[in-house]
């Protein structure tokens, strides 16, 4: 067989562009490389004017050219340097211009956070299928609180932040503090024995908060310890961890999640100060109107019995008694002519009787009246009579002699 | 119940907290507006809830945080507050 320069079959060439997009397609049909996470360090960082970041992640043997694009950028809440130990999300494409592959990344936290982040969805399921984070154990959180207990780290600006608020809020509030670590290993036990401490104080509300960080200074909350006091707790608590995007644990277990401490002491204050000063004068108007009306009232009342009185007035009754005595007089003067006439009647028919028994009407019809002269004795029997004796007659007197 | 809170009148205005002056201010409220009481009987309930209403104001007024602190079994002032 003869020797051919071109041994058969030949096979076809490539265009660097062909091989290229060969390679990218091969790339981007892997569903592994589409959606992986990359973890390694960073190098070579390197944020241009245009928004988008780009940096190599590295490890001990190998290198991965990483864009960001400004979009997800934008969205990054770690602060990147260069040596930082990271996790990169994202999918791997190839640059063509270069020939060289590498990682879109849309993602980006620090190294740990994953295996964190399993464990939190893993104790989440747990202690949700347990129940403990149930709506129908919420208890509800009062709105005008006596006594408020903060657990929560006696140096730190959550604190501060805490005690303003509560102070501009509701002054008339008494604040007990069970002072605990809130990040190391120390803190979940610190934190489950200030909430048991509080939870026996008899206290309104409970508040257990922490200032902002990352997942791992935020990852007491999450400790399985420390939520199921949070859970079990007979005190309302509201949880005020980290920032507003942070949900831990202790959030779903408390009564009430506020997105900050700050926010966790406003919701444990719902009626402030300026509501209890609006309340009192509200009371005061009340208080005003009411006598006000009780007195309008009694002022009515007044009037109507005035009147009531003007219409009872003596005045009519002293006309009638006026009239009552005028009539009483009338029958006193009837009743007395009456009986001045009965009697003087009764003194005519007297005088008759008186006449018709006078000794002078005995005398005018002859008869005479003999008395002594010396004594005046009547003489109406012979033996009575004396020398001189006087005899009286009808119209005159003379003397005998025996 | 007018006999509960003339029970009540006998207490100090002075030495009521807040919770007790806005109880009572409340209670003498309610009992103005819903009670025929006698006039004069009335205007002692006036004069006793204004006063209570002004006690409320001033202990609102001159109200101060209280903080304090859980230290083993005890329960202290709390001073660690930095500015």
Known sequence: MQPSLFPAPIPSTYTVSKLTFHLRKLLEEDEVLQDVWVQGEISNLSRPASGHIYFTLKDANASLKCVMWKASAARLNLPLRDGMAIEVHGKIGVYEPQGQYQLYADQIRAVGEGALYQEFMRLKAMLEAEGLFDSDRKKNIPELPHKIGIVTSATGAALRDMLNTLRRRLPLAEVILAPSPVQGVDAPPALVKAINILDDKQLAVIIIARGGGSIEDLWAFNDERVVRAVADAMTPIISGVGHETDFTLCDFAADLRAPTPTAAAELATQITILDLQAEVQTYKARLASSINSLIAEQKKLLSALSAQLRYLSPTRLIQSERQRVDELSRRAFMSVAYRVNLQKKYLEGTQKRLEALSPLAVLARGYAVVTRKDDGIVVSHVAQASDVMQVRVSDGEFEVRK | ?83
């Open chain 2, 1 to 83: 119940m007018p006999k509960a809170s003339s029970k009540k009148t006998e207490k100090n205005i002075e030495e009521l907290s807040y919770e007790e002056a806005l109880a009572e201010l409340e209670q003498i409220v309610s009992a103005l507006e819903n009670e025929q009481s006698q006039l004069e009987e009335a205007i002692k309930l006036f004069e006793r809830g204004q006063a209570l209403a002004e006690r409320c104001g001033v202990l609102l007024e001159a109200a101060g945080l209280k903080v304090k602190q859980v230290v083993g079994e005890d329960i202290i002032d709390f001073e660690g507050e930095s500015e």
